[in-house]
Structure formats: C-alpha cells, structure tokens
C-alpha cells in the first residue's frame, strides 16, 4: 500500500482533518475505479466541511472483518495520522459497528464510514418537511443495527460530521426508542406521499407527458430546469443541494403542454438506508416519458459519473427509457475528447434519443433540447 499525501494541504485550517482508507481488489473493484470512488467520496467530505490531506488505497481480497484494513496497514496509516495531525478517517465502504469501533481504539480518532458522510451531507441539505423526514428516517435505520451501546466510546470525538441530525441524541437513545421514531417516521412520510400521488395520478389522467431530468449530483439539472421552463428551483456547487422534487411545464402551444421534473441526483453507492427512505422521491422517475440526462461535460470523471447514472437507472428499472443525452456546462473549456465522449455515451445508453451540447448557464442548446422534446412527445416538428 502507497499513501499518497498529494491531498496535503495547509495544516490547521479545518476543524476535521481527514485521511480516507479504502481497499481493492483484482477481481471486484481495480486499483483505478476505487482511486476515481475515493476523489468521489472526498469531495462529499470537502463539502461537508472536513479537509482531505490524504488517501491510502490497500489492495486485498477481501476487507478484515474486524479491523477492515490489515494491521501492518492500520499501523502505517496511523503513523500517517499522527504526521499530518488527522482527527477523522473515512473509510471508503460500509463498515460494521464492531469495525467501526476496533478501528477507533486502534487509532485512537473518530472513524467513519462512506454511508455516514453521505447521510450527514443529506442532513445538512434537508430543508423541506418531507426531504427533513426521510433523511431522519434513513439515519435512524442506520443507526439502529449500530446501536450495541458502542456509541458510547465516542463521546471524546463528539461534534462535526457524522453528528448532526437526529444522530446528536443517539448516546442517550436506546433500540427501542429508535424503533419507535422509525415506525412514526414512516407513518409521517406515509401521509405526505398520499398527497404526491394525488398530484401525480391528476397529471397522469389528464394524459401530460413528463419528462425527467437526472443526472449525476451538481451536473447542472436544476440549473437546466430552469433555463427549460423557468421554475427555480435552488441551485448551488455543491453536492446533494436538491433533495425534493420540483415540477413545472413547459407549453408547445396554447392548451398543449408537457410537464418536467427535477429530482435528488445520483452517486455512487448510495447508502440502502437513504435509497429505501427516498424511493418515492426517486420513483418519480420511474414513470415517466423522456428522461433528460444532465452531463457536466466539465468534469474529470465523467465516464465515472456516467456509470454511476447509468447503475442507478439499472436498478430503478429504467435504463431502456427513452433518453436525451445533455452534454451541460460546454461553456467550460476542457481536454475531454466529444467524438470519444459521444462514442463512450451510446454505447452506454440503448435507447438514446440524441446527445445535445449545452450550457444552462449561457443558455445554449436549450431551443434544440426543447424542440426535440416537442418531436418525440408530441410529433410537432414545427
Ligand atoms: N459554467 C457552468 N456552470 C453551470 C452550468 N449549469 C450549472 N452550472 C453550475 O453548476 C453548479 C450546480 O448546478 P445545479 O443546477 O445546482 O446542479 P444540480 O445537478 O441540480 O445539483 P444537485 O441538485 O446538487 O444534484 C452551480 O454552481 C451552477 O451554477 C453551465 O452550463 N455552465
Ligand atoms: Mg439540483
């Protein structure tokens, strides 16, 4: 195992000083593809305020049940920890309570794992009852099996990521307290669906066709919501800004119309927790016409970000929906190759209805994008 301390940056700028530790292997993640979920993983953790100073990747068969990493390795990076002043080690996987907690005696710092930062950005994001709701509901059924009362062990590391939310009173809670806020939770987000598919089932009988935007977090699909049809709905650089759905229509002629939606954006391996909390959410996808994937054709690890898109859509059952290819933010200059990159996309997506150049920002390639939505809902060429 190489640590690489590239990430190392100025020292005592940031509350959280992180290392992030993640494992290959030869016949399920490459050396490359975790190097790509770890850039990934950091800057979730950058925007959750912490600093990366470095990143350790140890090739194995398989993660240690107890203690994950080996211990020549956990010896090495601790070393590293000590060198750089590190409080904060973010694994690179989902880790078990027990892991969890060895690890942290080990090391004497707070430990934890990708599922983690992913819920407490979602956390600090949530605003709306219902996002505040189901993220409540994914960090409690998180916390649940994690209980065991190895919480306690944590208190020295108390405060910043990982502990926000519902997460702050876990010390004092026990399983059955947490069940029971599970069950309520539950019943809450019940109700506020029941509304949501009152709306969609009026849209639905009145035959409006929908159209999806998705995409990869921060690819620009609320920016281009609202170059397409002029809903606003927030947008910021950051991960995980838009949590809830938004819809708006977009009229062809007078009394025709199509409506359009802009949803939470994928990422990688996104905890089950948070997943099975959102699924309504996501679902909205699911039934309609045309999706309108946003690319930001600006980033380094778009063919990642393409496949991370690409995986989500397999497991909503989604991936032979018809789908526009928008290749945003072609403002920025950049090395990527177009004819490489167009190639690279249809081979990906079967049932692709195109790929657009566009900038929500500067407002091209947002005529096309509308009147070829227009052909393929409508047949309206004009
Ligand atoms: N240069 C440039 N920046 C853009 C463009 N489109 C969006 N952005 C910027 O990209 C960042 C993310 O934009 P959003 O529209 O919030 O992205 P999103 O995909 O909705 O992000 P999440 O909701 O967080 O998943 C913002 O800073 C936008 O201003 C574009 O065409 N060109
Ligand atoms: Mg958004």
Excluded at 13 to 33: D, N, P
Excluded at 302 to 318: E, W
Excluded at 356 to 377: C, Y
């Amino acid at each position: 195992m190489t640590i690489s301390n590239k990430l190392h940056k100025t020292k005592n700028k940031y509350y959280e000083r992180c290392f992030i530790a993640g494992t290959s292997s030869l016949s399920k993640i490459t050396y490359e593809q975790e190097e790509q979920s770890v850039a990934e993983l950091r800057s979730l953790v950058e925007s959750a305020g912490a600093k990366v100073l470095a990143y350790a990747i140890q090739k194995r068969k398989n993660p240690h049940p107890s203690t994950y990493l080996g211990s020549g390795k956990l010896n090495e990076i601790h070393k590293e920890i000590q060198k750089l002043d590190i409080n904060l080690l973010v694994i690179n996987d989902s880790l078990s309570g027990t892991q969890q907690m060895v690890i942290e005696s080990m090391l004497n710092i707070k430990v934890l794992d990708r599922n983690a930062i992913i819920l407490d950005v979602f956390a600090s994001r949530a605003k709306t009852k219902e996002a505040l709701l189901q993220v409540s509901l994914a960090q409690n059924e998180y916390l649940l099996p994690r209980l065991r009362g190895q919480w306690t062990h944590l208190e020295r590391f108390s405060g910043g990521i990982g502990s926000r939310g519902p997460g702050e009173t876990q010390l004092e809670t026990d399983r059955r307290l947490v069940s029971k806020r599970i069950s309520v939770l539950r019943k809450k987000i019940k109700k506020i669906y029941k509304h949501r598919d009152l709306m969609r089932n009026k849209r639905t009988k009145n035959s409006i066709p929908n159209v999806a935007i998705i995409g990869y977090t921060n690819a620009g699909k609320s920016s281009m919501m609202q170059a397409l049809c002029k809903r606003t709905p927030t947008i910021a650089d950051r991960p995980f800004e838009t949590l809830d759905t938004t819809t708006g229509k977009i009229w062809v002629k007078d009394s025709l119309h199509y409506s359009i939606t802009d949803t939470v954006g994928f990422f990688s391996n996104l905890p089950l927790e948070l997943v099975a909390a959102f699924k309504a959410t996501i679902e909205e996808i699911v039934g309609t016409d045309i999706l309108l994937h946003v690319i930001d054709s600006s980033n380094n690890n778009i063919q990642y970000q393409i496949d991370s898109v690409l995986n989500a859509m397999v497991d909503l059952g989604i991936a032979d929906k018809p789908i526009l290819n928008i290749l945003n933010k072609s403002d920025i200059d950049n090395q990527i190759n177009t004819d490489d990159l167009e190639a690279f996309i249809n081979s990906k997506f079967k049932n692709s209805l195109g790929i657009i150049r566009a900038s929500a920002i500067n407002k091209t390639g947002i005529d096309e994008i509308q009147k070829l939505l227009k052909f393929e809902l409508f047949g309206i060429t004009v």
